[in-house]
């Protein structure tokens, strides 16, 4: 079993920054893919980014290339999603997950473990 806690949502104005963190209580975190994933109201949970275990390969949805980075940091278990430029379109619940294996994926589907969510709020 897995545990992920995320951290670092808020509210933020159209055009800021916000950066989101997930820490992983297993020490074989770095061997797994990891991926960020949202949730707006009222709709389907969707991909945001993905990372493979070396973060050689990274996968990113087209509503965020160029505005997003995600990144991870083995050694302590985390992993990170930089989020600039943001927008409305952008107010979701953000997940973190983590995928037995080393191949990233922007599938939810394709997800093992889940971390309970962290509000990201953009205003207008």
């Known amino acids: 079993q897995v545990q992920l806690v995320e951290s670092g949502g808020g509210l933020v104005q159209a055009g800021g920054s916000l950066r989101l963190s997930c820490t992983a209580s297993?020490?074989?975190?770095?061997?797994?893919?990891m991926g960020w994933f949202r949730q707006g109201p009222g709709k389907e949970r969707e991909s945001v980014a993905a990372i493979n275990w070396s973060s050689l390969m990274r996968a990113y949805a087209d509503s965020v290339k160029g505005r997003f980075t995600i990144s991870r940091d083995n050694a302590k278990g985390t992993v990170y999603l930089q989020m600039n430029t943001l927008k409305p379109e952008d107010t979701a619940l953000y997940y973190c997950?983590?995928?037995?294996?080393?191949?990233?994926?922007?599938?939810?589907?394709?997800?093992?473990?889940w971390g309970q969510g962290t509000q990201v709020t953009v205003s207008s």
């Open positions: 997950a983590v995928r037995r294996g080393d191949a990233y994926s922007l599938r939810v589907d394709d997800y093992d473990y």
């Open positions: 297993r020490r074989t975190f770095s061997t797994y893919a």
